[in-house]
Structure formats: structure tokens, C-alpha cells
């Protein structure tokens, strides 16, 4: 990848952990988002990563999203005994979208190097997100591959883009300065589990995550519904 392409600006702090973010509705969390997630971890050198419950995403349709804590629930049962934390982070920020949300992130906590997650779903709609270049400029993206998705993503508008920021995972891993934007493709095998089919098979699975709410493993504040949502 050419060095004209990165911005001294975005350049990321040296020290701190590293941390991957993993945004999704959860609708439920599953043993697939434990698996890629850490993947991406081994793979990337990652401290840790946060899985970052978003309280609505205007992409999706309502219909069928279960309520925040209960899919907070399903995440921290998923990711036990594992690198990973379960935040419902954008109710204590404010924010309502990604690009706002990951600055956020990096003022909160300015020690911390992060790197966003993303499905090749996710790759493949990325220039409908709000400021999408934005995002890219922010922190380092590794795209892991989807099956079924890979063209659509190579196709998009977004890769079109992205692609002359593509660098290996080896490079990302043992670079001394970070700098974005960056692009990391991952492919692993592919898993073939999803929140779809667990809806289909169980459509009251949120009702065994009742009770009293959750805490947020980031803020430790509780988690309780919200009419107010993260967007793209």
C-alpha cells in the first residue's frame, strides 16, 4: 500500500491496549460472532475486542429487533470466558451514528488503539453509512469475508476506494505507527450460523434474557431500553 495514502492525522497512539470494535444489533448473539470475533483477534494481534450492541440500526427493520438488554444479555453470555466486552456504549455517549460514535470512542479513551470490525455484508452497503470515508479515516478496518457477500463487497463503491489502502494482517500487526485509512481483508472458514435462522427456529429466545437489566461491561452503568438509536 502506498505511504501517500495515510494521513499523518490519524496516526494512533503507541500505547494503551488494542482493542477491536464489533458493532451489530445482536438479535441474538451467537457462537459465529464469538468465532470471528476471535479470529480477528489472533489474527490482528488484539488485545481484546468490544462488541459494540447497537440500541437500533435504521438498516434493519424493527420488526422482530428484541429489546436492548435482552440481546446485551445474549452478547455477554456469548462472549464469556473470552476477550471480549459487551457495551451498549452509544446510550452513555450520546451518539447517533458510527462515525460519530468511534471519535467518541478515541477521545474517551485516548490511550487505546482501535481497529473496526466489519462483515463483507456490512462492506458491501458500507457507502450508505453516514460519512463512510469518515469512518476509514478514523481507525484501521478489517473486513472479514462472508460467505455470500464477497462479490457484492468487491463490487461496492466503498471497496472502490478502500482498495488502495489494503494491507496484510502481518503488516497491521507488527507496524510501530498505525495510521488510516487502512484495509485488512480476513478469511477464515466460514461459519454457517446466524441471528436469522435463530429467529426462525426460536422466535422467543429474547424471552429467556427477562429479568432484571444488565450491566454494561465498558461503563458498568445499567442497560435499559431506548427509543433512541445508533445509525450508520
Do not use: C
Request: hydrophobic fraction near 40%.
Amino acid at each position: 500500500m502506498a505511504g501517500s495514502g495515510f494521513r499523518a492525522g490519524a496516526r494512533l497512539n503507541r500505547s494503551g491496549k488494542i482493542t477491536g470494535l464489533l458493532g451489530g444489533s445482536f438479535n441474538p448473539a451467537h457462537g459465529g460472532h464469538r468465532r470471528v470475533t476471535l479470529f480477528a483477534i489472533e489474527a490482528l494481534g488484539l488485545d481484546e475486542a468490544w462488541w459494540l450492541v447497537s440500541p437500533g440500526n435504521p438498516l434493519k427493520p424493527k420488526a422482530g429487533m428484541a429489546p436492548l438488554p435482552a440481546r446485551v444479555k445474549s452478547a455477554q453470555r456469548a462472549s464469556r470466558n473470552a476477550p471480549i466486552r459487551v457495551t451498549a456504549i452509544e446510550q452513555k455517549l450520546g451518539t447517533r451514528y458510527t462515525v460519530d460514535t468511534l471519535r467518541a470512542l478515541k477521545r474517551r479513551y485516548p490511550k487505546r488503539r482501535f481497529v473496526w470490525l466489519m462483515g463483507a455484508d456490512n462492506l458491501a452497503q458500507f457507502h450508505r453509512w453516514k460519512n463512510w470515508r469518515g469512518i476509514a479515516r478514523e481507525m484501521p478496518i478489517a473486513v472479514i469475508a462472508r460467505p455470500g457477500y464477497d462479490a457484492a463487497a468487491l463490487a461496492s463503491p466503498a471497496m472502490v476506494w478502500l482498495r488502495r489502502f489494503r494491507l496484510p494482517a502481518p503488516g497491521l500487526r507488527n507496524r510501530r505507527e498505525w495510521s488510516a485509512p487502512a484495509l485488512i481483508e480476513l478469511r477464515f472458514d466460514p461459519d454457517p450460523r446466524s441471528a436469522t435462522d435463530i429467529r426462525r427456529a426460536d422466535p422467543l429466545w429474547a424471552s429467556r434474557y427477562s429479568g432484571p437489566p444488565p450491566r454494561d461491561d465498558i461503563t458498568h452503568s445499567l442497560i435499559h431500553e431506548t427509543s433512541a438509536g445508533q445509525a450508520e
